[in-house]
């Protein structure tokens, strides 16, 4: 591929776009992000990274289609419902509109993020069953496309209230149930490898983990990474009972949907290492893990 190809990121202030952009430039490669605010301080650090911005909104098509101008690849990822901005319907509408954009706007490969739990048939939930229904109109359409399928962020765990100023770690799964996940900087670095060779990747469905982690894993990890004991339990049972939306996703791991479908070993093989847990805590968490041990009812900086 010349190396005056560009690509082009959405989501770039966030996570997933945030690594892809940066695992791309890391590979000298052009990218452009697709940002809704140019003086935000996330835009301005992707742009003194060598970053292009191209000013835009998903709920804007019009710039969704001037974005695409001269681009080849394209990295796909909405935010979805349970981060409160959009509705399920929206998140779908947003993710056929990049897709359409792009063949529209003659890009020649759309990479779509989705996730571990779409495409298996309907879950009930709704930021799911989006990714699904996004997937089919993807594949749909005469455009080379391939979709990556993330487990469960690392960095999710460090999200607000799971109890480690306490020394106890709340989570999703039982102590002896495993759950794959990944780290973000892991999501990037594929995606962006994908990103680059169109013609290998192309109409392949690829689910992403960097690691499959138990109850007990969580438990022997933290406690190492704190330095004093971090007792794992999953969720209550009451707190289940009050909160249908992590019941629900409890369940999913029970059956099995959410526990990840990755081949770990063959991603490792082909993309090179990838993060164990206990090398993303000593790496690109510990800051996050740190602080959270500290004060886990403040939002945390996810980059
Ligand atoms: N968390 C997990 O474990 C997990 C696992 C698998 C899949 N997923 C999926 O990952 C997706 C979220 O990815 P993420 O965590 O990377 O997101 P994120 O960190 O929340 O970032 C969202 C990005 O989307 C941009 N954005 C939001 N609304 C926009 C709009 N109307 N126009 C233009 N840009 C807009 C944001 O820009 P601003 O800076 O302007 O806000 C930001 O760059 C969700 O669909 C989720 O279901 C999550």
């Not at 101008?69 to 959009?86: D, K, L, M, R, W």
Request: net charge negative; hydrophobic share 45%.
């Amino acid at each position: 591929m010349a190396q005056s190809a560009e690509f082009l990121v959405f989501g770039a202030t966030g996570q997933q776009g945030g690594a892809v952009a940066r695992a791309l430039k890391a590979k000298r490669k052009k990218v452009r992000a697709f940002v809704r605010d140019p003086e935000s301080v996330k835009s301005k650090a992707l742009a003194a990274e060598g970053i292009s911005l191209a000013i835009g909104d998903l709920f804007d098509h019009a710039s969704i289609n001037q974005a695409m101008a001269g681009i080849v690849g394209v990295f796909s990822v909405q935010t979805s419902s349970p981060a409160g901005e959009v509705t399920d319907a929206q998140e779908v509408w947003q993710g056929k509109a990049i897709a359409e954009s792009a063949l529209r706007q003659g890009v020649r490969h759309l990479v779509y993020s989705s996730g571990g739990a779409a495409g298996k048939g309907t879950t009930g939930m709704g930021h799911f069953d989006s990714k699904s229904e996004i997937e089919a109109y993807v594949r749909g359409l005469p455009i080379m496309s391939t979709i990556t399928r993330p487990a469960s962020f690392m960095e999710m765990m460090l999200l607000p209230g799971m109890g480690l100023p306490q020394g106890e770690f709340t989570f999703f799964m039982r102590p002896e149930q495993s759950m794959q996940m990944i780290a973000v900087n892991d999501l990037g670095r594929i995606n962006a490898e994908i990103l680059v060779a169109p013609d290998h990747y192309a109409g392949k469905t690829i689910e992403l983990a960097s690691a499959s982690v138990t109850g007990k894993d969580l438990e022997r990890a933290f406690t190492a990474a704190a330095g004093r004991m971090i007792t794992y339990r999953r969720f209550s049972d009451d707190l289940l009972a009050q909160n249908s939306f992590l019941n629900h996703l409890c369940e999913l791991l029970d059956t099995g949907l959410l526990a990840g479908a990755a081949d770990i070993p063959a991603l490792d093989r082909e993309f090179g290492h990838l993060t164990s847990l206990e090398e993303w805590l000593g790496g690109p968490g510990k800051s996050l893990f740190e602080a959270a041990l500290v004060d886990d009812t403040a939002e945390v900086a996810l980059r």
